[in-house]
């Protein structure tokens, strides 16, 4: 810019993430939201000779596929790409910390309550309990202190979307979170984070540090007599952890397995004492819903599910990346409209929603709406935001397995059914993978995967066996051709140990 | 003063600063990691006498998060990541490219201490899938080819600067 002499006239910010990952790097030029793709040092020259300069966009490196952003509906990630996470300022400017404000000056504790009730939010961490209960639940329970703890362990593999929050407006799950305590009373919070996001915890460390020096987060918050204070917290690489009585126990500097419940953690919680377990979109949510009233969030999804919903778009898709959507949008807009379709002009599979614990859906189902109930229906579930596309080149019996290896690797070992019951059924893909399958091993199969689900004590081995299930469900016939046949059409499974020894 | 001191006097500051208390175990090990680079056997007894709490609770907690590492590294480290995009997209044959390559197994270092091939579930990084991290740069949309040539430039690297 100094070399064309604009360098005065613009300003070059940093920004979170855009959402176009595939074609990233990305730069975006205002007014006017030229967005432009692939961006290299070299093209840069160009963008700014012709762009800046010239006033001509460089129309062939524009992003082109409109479709993308058309069906999308950013509310959580309202600021991404539009502030520069690292400066309160451009948080403030957006209107940030405006609802804090409001609800200290002129709301109650149980009026914030009241709004979050309205609003119908259910939590975004994968269960779907109402967030307004919750809170009337923690703000209820008598003993006292009471905590906060933000979950942003975002364990499942494919999935990126509390990461991509957190880098792009730390500051939204910051003020959430002082709603919240305000409305519960709590004076202390947790932000749990996975220590395999660096640039996450950086973010949000600078962003604490900037909240409490402008008197955001300390003994008097915006200097009346509200108190409350944040620090993180660092996972491990647990994906257990994610379970809200074992992110109890990890704060707590635990292994982190999960305990039965009641009681729960709204009466007793982190050292015994009534805590509020929140996701961090839940949290990013609540700002607007104070800014805008109830009644006005719930304009947005399904009757019984309201809002937006963030998913990060992976697998084998034209336009991966992460997609802010209603819920109530159906599977073929996401994965078609938004996703492109099927990368390379393959055949289109499978999706799979809800990450290593989700379901398999079939080509049929994909006029689902996604919402909590719907696809809780089909065998999926809403889990914490993944939709993974599969095309023909994907083995749904070796998919299945990948998911179950996964899951016995990361059951925490407390509980029989999920422990043994999942190396179990491992040992049976295993088999089946290898070519010495029987057709005993479907039933086999079914049985157990059922009594996993019934009989596990949290959610990690209620939900391990909805690959299987859904698979075993949908796609039977491929279980059935790789038992009778040996045969994979795929091409991923038998081969043979020497392969394997070669490899 | 011997570079073991001096990392001794550093886990001594961490231990202060979270006031020996045992809820800071995971913070303390963390920060034991980066200043030791792995938590071997003596180290982990240290900290258990130094927060006066039970070795087995120490070595539990240890040996339960994947993101502690109980043996030392190798020189450079190859994370293959091992999500659902990244396996969908293929991320097995580039791990058994490298295995043969390097004659290494997954979770384990080459003999001579030199290169440790690890895996991760998922960086985060999905919609760049295939992900291989060398060292600490991130390498997204991999091929075996692409990574091969990266690992053999970081390992050949130091023999340059040896010289």
Same mark, same amino acid.
């Given at each position: ?10 300003? +070059? ?17 205002? #007014? ?8 290299? $040092? ?6 700014? &000779?012709?762009?800046?300069? %010239? ?29 520069? @996470?690292? &400066? ?20 109650? #504790? ?46 499942? #593999? ?58 955001? %987060? ?5 200097? /009346? ?34 305990? #039965?419940? @009641? $009681? ?10 009534? /805590? %509020? ?25 399904? $009757?019984?599910?309201?809002? /937006? ?114 190396? &179990? +059924? ?7 993978? *290898? ?8 039933? /086999? ?59 | ?28 090990? *963390? ?25 087995? *609770?120490?070595?539990? +907690? ?13 020189? *450079? ?33 080459? $003999? ?17 899938? @295939? ?33």
């Amino acid at each position: 810019m100094k070399e064309f002499g604009v360098d005065r006239e613009c300003k +070059v910010a940093r920004t979170g993430c855009i959402g176009t990952c595939s074609v990233g790097p990305a730069v975006l030029i205002e #007014p006017g939201d030229y967005l432009y793709q692939s961006v290299t $040092p070299e093209k840069v020259r160009d963008i700014v &000779r012709d762009h800046i300069v %010239l006033g001509l966009p460089v129309k062939d490196m524009l992003y082109s596929n409109r479709e993308y952003f058309k069906k999308q509906h950013r509310l959580v990630l309202r600021n991404a790409g539009k502030i520069d @996470p690292l &400066r309160i300022e451009d948080y403030i400017a957006m209107g940030g910390y405006s609802a804090l404000e409001k609800c200290l000056a002129t709301m109650t #504790p149980q009026g914030v309550i009241y709004e979050v009730r309205t609003s119908g939010l259910r939590g975004r961490g994968g269960a779907g309990f109402p967030t307004g209960q919750k809170w009337s639940l923690v703000a209820r329970a008598q003993s006292s202190p009471k905590y906060i703890v933000a979950n942003l362990d975002e364990g499942d #593999p494919g999935v990126f979307a509390n990461r991509t929050l957190a880098e792009a407006d730390p500051h939204a799950i910051i003020e959430g979170m002082l709603i919240a305590a305000y409305a519960i009373g709590a004076q202390k919070g947790y932000i749990y984070i996975r220590s395999e996001y660096p640039l996450a915890i950086q973010t949000l460390q600078k962003a604490i540090a900037q909240a409490k020096s402008m008197g955001l %987060l300390g003994n008097s918050v915006l200097e /009346t007599p509200f108190a409350f204070d944040l620090e993180l917290r660092f996972g491990a690489g647990a994906f257990v952890a994610g379970e809200e009585t074992a992110i109890l126990a990890s704060v707590e500097g635990r292994r982190a397995m999960p305990r #039965p419940r @009641p $009681p729960y953690p709204a009466n007793s919680g982190l050292w015994q004492k009534p /805590t %509020l377990i929140q996701n961090v979109e839940t949290l990013a949510n609540i700002p607007l819903i104070i800014q805008n009233g109830g009644a006005w969030f719930a304009k947005t999804g399904t $009757p019984k599910c309201t809002g /937006t919903k963030c998913f990060s778009l992976t697998g084998k898709v034209n336009n991966p990346g992460l997609i802010e959507v209603p819920m109530g949008i159906t599977l073929r807009e996401v994965v078609f409209d938004i996703g492109g379709g099927v990368a390379d002009g393959k055949k289109f599979k499978a999706v799979l929603v809800g990450g290593p614990s989700g379901g398999c859906l079939p080509e049929t189902l994909l006029e689902s709406p996604i919402d909590y109930d719907s696809l809780t229906k089909v065998g999926a579930i809403m889990g914490s935001g993944g939709i993974v596309v599969l095309d023909e080149d994907s083995c749904m019996v070796d998919t299945a397995r990948f998911f179950t290896e996964f899951c016995v690797d990361e059951s925490c070992g407390k509980c029989t059914p999920c422990r043994a019951g999942l190396a &179990r +059924v491992k040992e049976i893909f295993d088999k089946i993978t *290898h070519g010495q399958g029987e057709m005993s091993d479907i039933g /086999t199969l079914e049985k157990s995967s059922v009594f996993i689900r019934d009989a596990s004590l949290c959610g990690l081995g209620q939900t391990a066996p909805n690959p299987v299930i859904t698979t075993l469900r949908y796609f039977k016939d491929e279980y059935i051709k790789h038992i009778v046949e040996k045969e994979c059409e795929a091409g991923k499974c038998f081969k043979t140990r020497d392969e394997e020894e070669e490899a | 003063m011997s570079k073991e001191d001096k990392r001794r006097i550093m886990l001594e500051k961490v231990l202060k600063e979270h006031n020996y208390q045992e809820s800071a175990l995971l913070e303390i090990l *963390h920060r034991a990691q980066e200043i030791y680079g792995y938590l071997d056997k003596d180290l982990l007894m240290d900290i258990s006498g130094s927060l006066n709490i039970p070795p087995s *609770h120490v070595f539990g +907690v240890a040996t339960f998060y994947s993101f502690f590492k109980l043996r030392k590294p190798g020189e *450079h480290v190859v994370t293959g990541c091992l999500g659902t995009a990244c396996y969908v997209k293929g991320v097995e044959k580039i791990m058994e490219a490298v295995e043969q390559e390097f004659n290494v197994k997954r979770g384990h270092s080459t $003999p001579d201490g030199r290169l440790s091939l690890l895996v991760t579930r998922c960086i985060g990084a999905c919609a760049m899938a @295939p992900t291989i991290v060398v060292d600490d740069e991130v390498i997204g949309k991999a091929t075996k080819e692409i990574v091969i040539q990266k690992i053999k430039d970081v390992l050949g690297g130091d023999k340059a600067e040896n010289r």
